[in-house]
């Protein structure tokens, strides 16, 4: 069984959350609050060097890090994955356009104006780049929308998994959907899609006996 | 025959070029400088919304965007792939890693110091960002190839490629790679892998009889 080190409020770690109840996957949880600093831990470090969240344990000691890379793991095999070669390398076009031009500034804006209190003093020179680059991020996202259904293969997949993500909390973070009608009618159809779970679920007792924090009750 | 766009001085459009060297696989190539414009013009935004370089054209107006997409999709089938499930995820993880700590701020460093003139002088700002954390990610590395030749399947994969691309240039805006021995190293290990080319390096006659600008020649 896996065992996922996740952040309950990071969109990263929803992401695999999201994913491994789409297919139903049973996995062990453990919440790292990177907030109180339990991802910079000596033992957590010596999991990932990178000290973030998500990170899944495949198989005893093996841990695999990034939460794309993860999605792409867990998917093999069940319908998340496309099954042509051009498919699957137009999933992982979205997933990498996820990473560079979505997370890091949606993503960057929901950590500092939605988790961190003070936070949006400490970045109002950093706003104004995040917010241009994610509606730019959004507008490539609507303009694929308005002519597709999902992302990738004509159907949910990972790719949709990872941009679902930020993109679902962009209104907690300054940003706007009124304009984006086509990603707002995907961002439904995410969530009618059987197993769908918020970014709010929590995984059943195995995360509590697992949590070393004591928090995730 | 794969049609690459790409721009010369790019380093995700080198990776791309890297990769065809390495498998030895024959395309041709048309020239987009994005400093002109190129990549923004109603001819190439049709192919590619998001304006960006470098763009494989797969198939009769098919087109694959984001560099270590198409990376992946080249490589399927040929030893820049690992084969099992696991080390395949492994690459990606890297891969991922490259696009979001090693990129945007080794490559945006790269951008701005070495290509465009007076460009130190207009991110003044965002400069001490990119070298925090482009450091940061060149510690991760050097942790990895302390203990690893490469960075995933014990061989030369897409993972490497991905990371080559800006980490080879890193020298060229600010950094010092001094005190990352390991990395350095494994430099050198890939640019001793068969067919490597280096950036300067451009594929023959076609691509200057598919150059729309009339300037790689």
């Not at 996995?27 to 790292?32: F, G, K, L, P």
């Not at 241009?132 to 949709?160: C, P, S």
Request: net charge negative.
């Amino acid at each position: 069984m896996y065992k996922l080190y996740s952040m309950q409020r990071s969109g990263n770690s929803y992401k695999v959350r999201l994913a491994l109840a789409f297919i139903d996957a049973p996995y062990r949880s453990v919440e790292i609050d990177i907030l109180r600093g339990e991802s910079r831990t000596p033992d957590f470090l010596a999991k990932n060097p990178s000290g973030q969240v998500p990170l899944l344990e495949v198989a005893d000691g093996r841990y695999l890090a990034e939460s794309n890379a993860i999605l792409w793991y867990v998917a093999i095999g069940t319908s998340l994955a496309p099954e042509s070669r051009i498919e699957r390398a137009e999933a992982l076009q979205w997933m990498f356009f996820e990473q560079h031009a979505l997370e890091p500034n949606i993503g960057a804006a929901y950590f500092w104006l939605a988790l961190v209190r003070g936070g949006r003093d400490l970045q109002t020179h950093a706003l104004d780049d995040w917010m241009e680059r994610g509606y730019a991020a959004l507008q490539v996202m609507e303009n694929h929308l308005k002519l597709h259904e999902f992302f990738a293969a004509g159907q949910l997949t990972v790719a949709d998994i990872a941009l679902y993500g930020y993109t679902h909390v962009a209104e907690k973070c300054d940003f706007d959907l009124a304009s984006f009608p086509a990603v707002r009618a995907w961002l439904k159809r995410v969530e009618l899609s059987p197993n769908f779970v918020s970014m709010d679920w929590r995984p059943a007792s195995d995360a509590v006996l697992d949590d070393p924090t004591g928090v995730a009750a």
